[in-house]
């Protein structure tokens, strides 16, 4: 269980202070969970703080009730939290059998590695030696598979890939939540994540605005999509 207690996060805009998380408090203990909200709300924020790549102004950050505040990305990652970028990092130099048994932290066999890349869509023995760029998002999805993390945080994976790539990425976290232990949390803006989400939290200004399943948040958020598409569309 996360949790995030009075989280504020400033930035020094012009030498002014600005608030970029506003006293957020908000307990993640389902196991597929997504972050939603408009652009510059907070969002990814939100996500690199608890990975521990950036650490908040004020408040705290408990993993199963310990106090992991002043832990930095590696000592979290120790903890159990995986981070996977929007853009997912290139390794030169290192094959994809590389970075799964890294991931593991142990010795894997070519079948046992192949099989961590069929649960992602991939083709395995194509991908055994050498990385594909199409491909980065779901090996990076494999990456933290292999290492069996208790909380997995994706930030908009999503961004930058087409709609091929997507329709498959919904294939592969919907076995995820169906398959792997530990909490799932993605931050993201499509209506087919949220809708397989089991908690849908939203934030804008920095704030949390709405926290329930999708149920009871997602027809608000899409109607308030529609609404300002109704208007862009007569403006």
């Not at 993390?149 to 908009?156: C, G, P």
């Amino acid at each position: 269980m996360l949790e995030l207690r009075n989280i504020t996060y400033e930035v020094d805009d012009n030498n002014e202070n600005k608030e970029i998380l506003k006293n957020v408090s908000v307990t993640i203990d389902d196991h597929f969970v997504a972050i939603t909200g408009p652009n510059g709300g907070g969002k990814s924020t939100l996500a690199k703080m608890i990975a521990g790549i950036i650490r908040p102004t004020s408040g705290q950050i408990l993993l199963d009730g310990e106090d992991i505040t002043g832990l930095n990305i590696t000592e979290r990652a120790r903890k159990g939290i995986s981070f996977a970028f929007q853009q997912p990092v290139h390794f030169k130099g290192l094959t994809v059998k590389d970075l799964i048994t890294i991931a593991a932290g142990k010795e894997m066999s070519v079948n046992e590695i192949c099989d961590i890349l069929s649960e992602v869509g991939l083709c395995a023995r194509e991908y055994i030696d050498r990385l594909s760029g199409g491909e980065l998002k779901r090996i990076e999805i494999a990456m933290i598979t292999a290492r069996g993390t208790k909380l997995s945080i994706f930030d908009e994976p999503e961004a930058g890939i087409d709609l091929w790539s997507f329709n498959s990425l919904i294939k592969v976290f919907e076995k995820m939540r169906d398959e792997i232990n530990g909490t799932i949390l993605i931050i993201s803006h499509q209506e087919r994540i949220l809708d397989i989400a089991d908690k849908i939290i939203v934030i804008a200004d920095g704030q949390v605005r709405k926290t329930g399943t999708k149920a009871e948040v997602l027809p608000e958020l899409l109607n308030t999509a529609q609404t300002c598409q109704t208007l862009i569309d007569k403006a």
